[in-house]
């Protein structure tokens, strides 16, 4: 079908351009105009029930709803002159006939499209003089979600979301009139992997999310831009971290992650899995200080020593034993520039005569068709655009075994994985023939328990760096809170054990290690750090098809 034309329009008194057929409302939107909605959302159709998209067309007898009304060329809409206001301002008022204005104990607070437009309208004084009806304050409807039926306004969105995108149908609007209410059918829950999305497309507060309501007020929270790292998918996001009133949340720096509307990637959603990971951030797991076994107990040293040492000491029985006996098992959880990093230390200089990088069963899981994939890494592909796989054979978690097994190995370096777990109980007994161990991680496990060398390494939320999702779109995350302790972006603990062996790098930031990164592999040529954007970019040759996300669309983060 041959693409629609471009049409010339008046908006507001300023002339515009859009593709024929596209909706007001959304071209309001891409010209910086937001017309206020409740119902309409870009990812899940405009039925439009709220009413309140008003705006006046000249040559319509009556203002009209913008979310279902395409451009056509010549049109003129008015979105800001006393009529469409007052127009949007009595639906808004019907909205607020029975909505109970408990903005002060309301976790929407802050982030509310009610709240802003009675605001914006100085609605203060009800012309309502009966009793607001009463209906359910707190239904428990789901493992993460709870509704309050007095705040809803009936806008159909976690509906929608419920038939259109996870097609499980769990909601749904009964009664009549001003006695309509949304409530589960009977017998059902949303407990559907996508629940908490309902939370996020609810423009009120009706629906909360049972993990974050009442933690922290939302307007005391720092929003960075990132990526979900627990699957192949990498979803944008924004993480929220309560770094001005830490002691409402005195263990949890980073409070919750909210998908970001990216269209290459997740559409305008994200799973639960993804959603409650934030816990990973500051788990109790996590590892803060380097150490060294000594006598079977863990003494502490400064970071940057722990590297220098624990890379003299690796070279020196390289020189000793040979490089073949030397392993080393990678991760997918780790950044392109850690990879890179990684690459130039232990193949380019140690010449490891054992690699294993893709992911085994510790890795995989669950995957579906909404957006979840089954390589629980998001850099696996990053891995094998830099050749770890297909240049650099890899091992398999059978074949290591062997390897120690056999006695063909004398090293062991392990980074962010957990061969005692894969190889199951009592095989730390394995490790008692190996002269050299290490750990390299953000959080303990079994092996870095038993490693004579523990270097932590900080999590995706405290550094700069880039992810290559399965599709080969390559995103950038952020950091949003300091390291914890002396843990570090697992590329500098690289470039110290470099420097220890007089091989030293010039890198002093992420977008460094990009930088050379991106000079020397193909796939990542022509593309620079700063300009990775809010949506990433594509490896210029991406690894296999891919499945976009559902209903991707158009439009920004507030929908
Ligand atoms: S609960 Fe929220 S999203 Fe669902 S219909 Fe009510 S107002 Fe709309
Ligand atoms: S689909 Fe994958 S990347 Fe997206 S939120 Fe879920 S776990 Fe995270």
């Known amino acids: 079908m041959p693409d629609k034309p471009k049409v010339k329009f008046t908006l507001d008194g300023r002339e515009l351009e859009a593709v024929e057929g596209?909706?007001?409302?959304?071209?309001?939107?891409?010209?910086?105009?937001?017309?206020?909605?409740?119902?309409?959302?870009?990812?899940?159709?405009?039925?439009?029930?709220?009413?309140?998209?008003?705006?006046?067309?000249?040559?319509?007898?009556?203002?009209?709803?913008?979310?279902?009304?395409?451009?056509?060329?010549?049109?003129?809409?008015?979105?800001?002159?006393?009529?469409?206001?007052?127009?949007?301002?009595?639906?808004?008022?019907?909205h607020l006939a029975n909505h109970p204005l408990d903005c002060p104990v309301c976790d929407q607070a802050g982030e509310c499209f009610l709240q802003d437009y009675y605001m914006r309208y100085g609605l203060y004084r009800s012309a309502v003089r009966e009793d607001k009806l009463h209906k359910e304050k707190r239904l428990?409807?789901?493992?993460?979600?709870?509704?309050?039926?007095?705040?809803?306004?009936?806008?159909?969105?976690?509906?929608?979301?419920?038939?259109?995108?996870?097609?499980?149908?769990?909601?749904?609007?009964?009664?009549?009139?001003?006695?309509?209410?949304?409530?589960?059918?009977?017998?059902?829950?949303?407990?559907?992997?996508?629940?908490?999305?309902?939370?996020?497309?609810?423009?009120?507060?009706?629906?909360?999310?049972?993990?974050?309501?009442?933690?922290?007020?939302?307007?005391?929270?720092?929003?960075?831009?990132?990526?979900?790292?627990?699957?192949?998918?990498g979803c944008s996001i924004d993480l929220h971290a309560n770094n001005r009133r830490p002691w409402h949340t005195p263990d949890e720096r980073v409070v919750?992650?909210?998908?970001?509307?990216?269209?290459?990637?997740?559409?305008?959603?994200?799973c639960d899995e993804g959603r409650y990971s934030y816990k990973q951030i500051d788990s109790r797991l996590r590892l803060k200080f380097a150490s060294r076994l000594v006598d079977g107990r863990p003494e502490a040293v400064a970071a940057k020593e722990a590297a220098a040492r624990a890379a003299q000491e690796l070279?020196?029985?390289?020189?000793?034993?040979?490089?073949?006996?030397?392993?080393?098992?990678?991760?997918?959880?780790?950044?392109?520039?850690?990879?890179?990093?990684?690459?130039?230390?232990?193949?380019?200089?140690?010449?490891?005569?054992?690699?294993?990088?893709?992911?085994?069963?510790?890795?995989l899981g669950e995957g579906d068709d909404v957006l979840r994939r089954k390589e629980r890494v998001p850099n696996h592909i990053g891995a094998l655009a830099l050749g770890f796989g297909a240049r650099i054979p890899d091992t398999t978690w059978g074949g290591l075994r062997a390897a120690v097994?056999?006695?063909?190995?004398?090293?062991?370096?392990?980074?962010?994985?957990?061969?005692?777990?894969?190889?199951?109980?009592?095989?730390?007994?394995?490790?008692?023939?190996?002269?050299?161990?290490?750990?390299?991680?953000?959080?303990?496990?079994?092996?870095?328990?038993?490693?004579?060398?523990?270097?932590?390494?900080?999590?995706?939320?405290?550094?700069?760096?880039?992810?290559?999702?399965?599709?080969?779109?390559?995103?950038?995350?952020?950091?949003?809170?300091?390291?914890?302790g002396e843990s570090r972006p697992d590329w500098e603990i690289f470039r110290d054990m470099l420097a220890a062996l007089e091989a030293p790098q010039a890198w002093t930031s992420a977008g460094g290690v990009f930088a050379e990164l991106a000079k020397a592999e193909p796939p990542f040529a022509s593309m620079a750090f700063e300009d990775l954007g809010m949506h990433g970019k594509r490896l210029a040759r991406a690894p296999g098809p891919g499945s976009g996300p559902p209903g991707a669309g158009s439009g920004g983060d507030r929908a």
């Not at 056509?72 to 007052?86: E, I, L, P, Q």
């Not at 969105?157 to 995108?165: A, G, K, Y």
Request: aromatic share 8%; hydrophobic share 40%; net charge positive.
């Open 140 to 233: 428990d409807i789901g493992p993460t979600v709870v509704l309050d039926q007095e705040r809803c306004i009936l806008c159909t969105r976690c509906t929608r979301f419920l038939s259109q995108v996870t097609k499980t149908n769990e909601l749904g609007i009964f009664n009549r009139g001003d006695h309509d209410v949304l409530a589960p059918y009977p017998g059902r829950r949303v407990d559907n992997p996508y629940s908490g999305n309902i939370v996020d497309v609810c423009p009120v507060g009706a629906l909360t999310d049972k993990d974050f309501r009442f933690k922290v007020r939302v307007w005391y929270l720092d929003e960075t831009p990132s990526l979900c790292t627990t699957c192949a998918r």
């Open 315 to 363: 070279s020196a029985l390289v020189k000793a034993k040979g490089p073949q006996g030397l392993a080393v098992v990678l991760s997918g959880t780790l950044s392109n520039e850690d990879l890179f990093a990684a690459r130039r230390l232990f193949v380019e200089t140690l010449h490891c005569g054992m690699l294993l990088a893709a992911p085994g069963p510790d890795q």
């Open 22 to 94: 596209t909706l007001v409302i959304d071209a309001a939107k891409a010209a910086g105009i937001e017309v206020p909605h409740y119902c309409y959302h870009p990812g899940l159709g405009n039925p439009g029930v709220c009413r309140l998209c008003m705006v006046e067309v000249e040559g319509a007898p009556k203002p009209m709803v913008s979310c279902r009304l395409p451009v056509k060329a010549g049109m003129v809409v008015k979105s800001d002159t006393a009529r469409a206001r007052k127009a949007q301002a009595s639906s808004l008022e019907f």
């Open 256 to 270: 919750r992650f909210k998908p970001r509307h990216n269209p290459e990637v997740n559409a305008w959603w994200m």
């Open 405 to 484: 097994e056999g006695g063909k190995l004398w090293g062991l370096y392990v980074i962010d994985r957990d061969p005692l777990a894969v190889w199951g109980k009592g095989s730390e007994k394995l490790l008692s023939g190996l002269a050299f161990t290490a750990y390299q991680g953000s959080h303990a496990n079994r092996f870095s328990t038993a490693a004579q060398w523990v270097l932590p390494a900080c999590s995706f939320a405290e550094e700069d760096a880039t992810f290559t999702n399965f599709e080969g779109q390559v995103q950038r995350s952020r950091a949003a809170v300091p390291p914890l």
